[in-house]
């Protein structure tokens, strides 16, 4: 899978994941809201590298370009 493949797919979902969790975290009320951003970016960061991660265990070689110039 190509970089702007793995952009393409984890960028909304990053979004998505930290305001998800923005919100979750209102109820804590005793923390600042520093706090809770910070928590919750760094949860999303997280996430996105075990996501990238993922994506890439699952990514085959017909994906890169060179493979492609190699057998043609």
């Known amino acids: ?3 702007e493949k ?3 797919i984890t960028r ?3 979004l998505v994941l930290c305001l998800i969790l923005l919100v979750s975290l209102r109820h ?3 923390w600042s809201w520093l706090l809770r951003a910070g928590v919750a970016v760094g949860a999303t960061i997280a996430a996105m590298l075990v996501l990238i991660f993922i994506l890439g ?3 085959t070689e ?3 370009p060179e ?3 190699a057998t043609s």
């Open 62 to 64: 017909e994906d890169t």
């Open 28 to 30: 804590f009320t005793e």
């Open 6 to 8: 793995i952009n393409q």
């Open 1 to 3: 899978m190509t970089t």
């Open 67 to 69: 493979t492609h110039e």
């Open 12 to 14: 909304p979902i990053g």
């Open 57 to 59: 265990c699952f990514s």
